[in-house]
């Protein structure tokens, strides 16, 4: 796994070495391929999902009683 992250490294060191256009070109790239954009937006699901769980939560029937309260007032204003 070492080599593998070594790699990626290098890649990455390379990348933040282009210029703005070049970076441009080579994420268009990626995007244009369809396993890359594929892994991308895997790995932004992750990503999201991880912010997601750091967030408070609340139970699912406090969340329903204030949704049926909500509807209630909507419903009596009109």
Not at 20 to 34: A, G, Q, T, Y
Not at 52 to 73: A, F, G, I, M
Request: charged share 40%; proline share 1%.
């Amino acid at each position: 796994m070492e080599a593998v992250k070594a790699k990626g490294d290098v890649f990455l060191t390379a990348l933040k070495a282009l210029t703005k256009k070049e970076k441009e070109v080579v994420l268009w790239s990626i995007i244009r391929d369809r396993n890359l954009r594929q892994m991308l937006e895997n790995l932004s699901d992750r990503l999201v999902i991880a912010e997601e769980r750091e967030k408070n939560s609340r139970p699912l029937r406090d969340y329903v009683q204030e949704r049926e309260k909500r509807t209630l007032r909507r419903s009596v204003k009109a």
